[in-house]
């Protein structure tokens, strides 16, 4: 479109490319056996492209007789495998954020109806459940990496969007429905509690994973300067048509609103930028790119890409690829 263009509502005016979602596959329970034997049958590897149908692991049963086989649901990228379960991130999907943020900000700022112009940070979650609700801000820990028990969970976290640190499970999760908390934000999830997660009554946003994960400094920071500020939670499981995935609003006073910053899609990492670590073994550290290779690197997986150094806000250099890698506005 070009500046002067005449639109009518409902017109797509903009359209992005948003990572799909990440769909968890109980390998354990889809070939019988322990949770820990499980990974010996899987066929794939972490960063491994797949398509619907194919096969993630196999296994003979009375010697080659009959085999337990599990397929991909999805076509995507193997993101993680652990206790059991195979993570898969979906192919991204073209969606229009436009309407989508414009439907955000009548539910939380106008709830009345109308139309509300007004300026938003969006947490993208690297997981979620439920649907989408709104309330409070309230942070339950100190520091991203704490971890909490379903005791920390009081009566004065009803109606409110709390954050519980490194861990949620089944416990907290329950604790948290009883007392009719609005949301739940945490770092990493109990990978055991994920199948009944899925059927969540409340949302439920991970931001970094399975397991016990610190959330991302850059995003505790932002969490807890905006403390007490009605914010929409999505675990990205309603009936929206665009489905935008699992994300945490805050709406920012109008004096705060950024500006329009041009970031074209193609251009490559440079010294300076700021970006987030996605994967193991550095998920959710922040950090600078210091420098980057000219040539494709290969890893012990055969997989070539481009990668970068990264200084670590602990002062570590560290070598990631450019798919392990989020770009941060500075």
Same mark, same amino acid.
């Given at each position: ?19 799909? /979602?990440?769909? @968890?596959?109980?390998?354990? #329970?889809?070939?019988? &056996?322990?949770? $820990?034997?499980? !990974?010996?049958? %899987? ?106 028990? /379903?005791?920390? @969970?009081?009566?004065?976290? #009803?109606?409110?969007? &709390?954050?519980? $640190?490194?861990? !949620?499970?089944? %416990? ?159």
């Amino acid at each position: 479109m070009d500046p002067g263009d005449t639109v009518e509502a409902n017109d797509i005016t903009a359209q992005s490319s948003v990572p799909g /979602w990440i769909q @968890i596959v109980d390998l354990a #329970k889809a070939l019988g &056996v322990p949770r $820990g034997m499980a !990974l010996q049958y %899987a066929t794939v590897t972490r960063g491994e492209f797949v398509g619907e149908g194919d096969i993630l692991a196999q296994r003979s049963i009375l010697g080659s007789l009959w085999r337990r086989t599990c397929v991909a649901p999805v076509t995507g990228r193997v993101t993680d495998l652990t206790d059991g379960l195979i993570f898969i991130r979906s192919s991204p999907q073209l969606t229009t954020p436009g309407a989508r943020l414009a439907r955000k900000a009548d539910d939380t700022l106008s709830p009345h109806g109308g139309t509300t112009e007004a300026a938003s940070v969006a947490l993208r979650g690297a997981w979620g459940a439920g649907a989408s609700a709104h309330g409070p801000l309230h942070l339950l820990v100190s520091t991203p990496g704490e971890r909490l028990t /379903w005791k920390s @969970i009081g009566l004065d976290c #009803k109606g409110n969007v &709390v954050v519980v $640190g490194a861990w !949620l499970d089944r %416990a907290i999760s329950l604790r948290a429905t009883r007392l009719r908390v609005c949301g739940i934000v945490a770092g990493g999830i109990d990978p055991q509690f994920v199948p009944e997660a899925h059927h969540s009554s409340i949302p439920l946003l991970i931001t970094e994973g399975a397991g016990v994960m610190p959330i991302s400094e850059t995003i505790f920071e932002l969490l807890v300067e905006h403390e007490g500020t009605e914010v929409l939670i999505s675990g990205g499981r309603g009936s929206e048509l665009e489905k935008p995935g699992p994300e945490l609003v805050i709406p920012l006073p109008a004096e705060e609103a950024p500006g329009v910053i041009e970031i074209p899609s193609t251009r490559s990492l440079r010294p300076g930028d700021p970006v987030r670590l996605t994967r193991p073994p550095y998920q959710g550290y922040a950090g600078t790119v210091i420098g980057a290779e000219s040539r494709l690197t290969r890893y012990r997986s055969g997989v070539q890409c481009p990668a970068v150094w990264v200084q670590l806000s602990d002062g570590r250099r560290v070598y990631v690829p450019y798919t392990n890698l989020e770009l941060m506005s500075a």
